[in-house]
């Protein structure tokens, strides 16, 4: 079934309509007040026969139950903009004749002969607005749209203006709600995932806490195995010294002399006592020697016995004894 067409002109509302498989329609009906006009709307519901079927109606306004205005010397402001200045003035553009307007508004394609701008608007009492969408809705008719007829504006009972309001506003709401649960649903699942993570992770270095002590246990052994290995082998590395440089002493001393004391470092620094025949043959076999620090005779030989035998000192580099004997 095609919509309703409900055409309402002074004292007259005029209805077409195409029953299922017939033929159109048509009836008129008189309204001589906003009151009988709603009653008169509120009967259409038997002109469908179909249970449970949705009607839809489209309404045309006849010019004559509206009032036209050209307006001009409007500031240049979108259409949405040009609806609020008609309907926030229009006590200056129409006769109210006591009675709250419904308005409506748009630009003019063409300039006029001035070449200046104009608006199209329209203007229908409320109470007549509200008859007709309130008696269609009485019947179970849905108003699809309430059109002006020359002008094509299309007009809004306060109503119905704020039922569309509350509609989008709920729905705003709803999608904000929505938005508000998606987003704290994705904080959660993202907590809830850092905390498993840092519960698997601080497991894991329970876990691997022992084998972590282990190692730095290992690693301290190991530096002071290391720390060992080293001093032995630097008093190796001395003693070879050392035991080097003995020898050579002792390669270098003469037959006739025998040493009492002998105080030696790795530098080849020290000192040694004993006694020579004479004692300057022992230094010169010294010297000759290539003693590395140097030799030095400390003071002067004193006799030791018969036979030219001598007690001596001599001072093996510059330096006082250090380590080794």
Not at 219 to 248: C, G, K, N, T, Y
Request: one cysteine or more; a positive charge.
């Amino acid at each position: 079934m095609k919509p309703l067409r409900v055409t309402v002109a002074p004292s007259v509302v005029r209805l077409e309509w195409t029953p299922p498989r017939g033929v159109p329609q048509h009836l008129a009906l008189a309204w001589p007040t906003p009151e009988a006009l709603r009653a008169v709307l509120a009967g259409v519901s038997a002109l469908d026969s179909r249970p449970g079927h949705e009607a839809v109606a489209d309404v045309v306004l006849d010019d004559h139950v509206l009032q036209h205005r050209t307006l001009r010397g409007l500031p240049p402001v979108r259409a949405q903009a040009l609806q609020e200045i008609v309907a926030l003035h229009q006590g200056q553009y129409f006769r109210r004749n006591g009675h709250p307007l419904v308005t409506a508004a748009r630009w003019n394609a063409l300039a006029d002969r001035d070449g200046e701008t104009t608006a199209m608007a329209v203007a229908i009492d409320v109470e007549l607005l509200e008859a007709i969408e309130q008696g269609l809705s009485a019947a179970g008719v849905r108003v699809r749209a309430i059109r002006c007829g020359r002008s094509g504006l299309c007009l809004q009972s306060p109503s119905r203006l704020q039922r569309t309001n509350n509609r989008r506003r709920n729905w705003r709401l709803a999608l904000l709600l929505v938005n508000v649960m998606v987003w704290s649903t994705a904080a959660g699942v993202h907590v809830g995932r850092l905390v498993a993570a840092d519960r698997r992770l601080r497991s894991e270095l329970a876990t691997l806490a022992p084998a972590a002590t282990a190692i730095h246990e290992a690693r301290r052994a190991l530096a002071v195995a290391a720390a060992q290995v080293d001093s032995v082998r630097v008093s190796e590395q001395r003693r070879d010294r050392i035991a080097a440089q003995v020898a050579q002493l002792a390669s270098a001393l003469p037959d006739s002399a025998y040493l009492a004391t002998l105080a030696l470092d790795q530098r080849g620094d020290g000192f040694l006592t004993g006694s020579a025949r004479p004692a300057t043959a022992l230094l010169a076999a010294l010297e000759r020697a290539g003693w590395p620090t140097g030799v030095k005779l400390e003071g002067e030989p004193t006799p030791d016995g018969a036979r030219g035998w001598e007690r001596f000192t001599v001072r093996l580099g510059h330096k006082g004894t250090h380590d080794g004997t």
